[in-house]
């Protein structure tokens, strides 16, 4: 179409709603005061749209965003713009119902990949507890009204009873597997320091061993008496993060420490927020290691220097 007086650039039109209210522009009106209320397109009007509109999505006239992307800047300003903002009862429904469906194995490790590294905060961790109390409570619970006779329940309580007593490490060990939340994300990343310093120590954390009725995290492998265990501040009560703060007696490292000193084992705890700093890890490590035993350590201290050099390059 030639340019003739009159004409404007299409993105350059005001809307069409420029200037206009509800009084002069019926449009503009909601519920019966709409110009359209009750009312309805023939359907001669609406192919007349129909075709319109096509014609315009064919001719480009009409232009849609179809298979463009956002560029990172305009997706951090629309982040930014809906921060803080709760989602409508409509969306909310849509996630909710969206959750319940079934997952497939590889939507379910991509869950999990994207979730690996974040923490969640103390507060987080708090109104997890507190919706899980509210929707284990009453009908919300499986259990809900279901009442075993006390027969059954003496029952019940004597079977698992007699299955603690015959082997009791098996079923700890049962219960820390069918757990199957080890290693956890600090015991990986022990696993690692000691892996990448050739120390001579093997994750057991998953049950594979039960000392005393407790598992330990690492145990040496090349004949020693050693146990390292991995402690998380928060679960294990670490009085440098969390003074004052009182872990179950199980978790507690000197309670630990105890039990498996009765089977002979030595322990060294290596805690969440000392991970920061693997070097000094390292030499409070070889120093421990050549407290309690005279023998000559496997790994000597020039190889431990070397990998202290190695993990200080690395920072
Ligand atoms: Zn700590």
Known sequence: MPFAKGHVRLNKNPPWN?????????????????????????????TKIRVTRREGLLNGRIKTR??????????????QAHLG???????????????????????KRKIALGNLGKTVSMETREKIRQAATIRMKGPGNP??????????????????????????????????????????????KVMQLLYDNNLPFEYVGDGKVVLGGIIPDFINVNGKKEIIEALGCYWHGCQVCYPGSKSQKLGR?????????????HMFPIWEH????????????????????????DISSTEISNNIAREEALL
């Open 18 to 46: 420029k200037g206009l209210t509800a009084d002069i522009d019926t449009r503009l009106a909601s519920g019966e005061r709409h110009g359209l209320y009750g009312k309805h397109h023939s359907e001669e009007t609406k």
């Open 66 to 79: 179809r298979g463009q992307k956002n560029s990172a800047e305009s997706k951090e300003k629309d982040r």
């Open 85 to 107: 903002i709760p989602c409508s009862p409509r969306c909310r429904a849509n996630l909710l119902e969206a959750a319940k469906r079934p997952k497939t194995e590889e939507h």
């Open 143 to 188: 259990n809900w009204g279901k009442h075993e006779s006390t027969e059954t329940k003496a029952l019940i309580s004597q079977a698992m009873k007699q299955r603690w007593l015959i082997n009791r490490d098996l079923e700890i060990k049962r219960t820390a597997l069918g757990r199957k939340a080890r290693p956890t994300k600090l015991e990986r």
């Open 253 to 265: 490292p000197d309670v630990r420490g105890a039990i498996y000193h009765k089977f002979g084992f």
């Open 274 to 297: 000392e991970m920061k700093e693997p070097n000094k890890i390292l030499i409070k490590l070889n120093n421990w290691m050549k407290s309690h035993n005279n023998e000559k350590t």
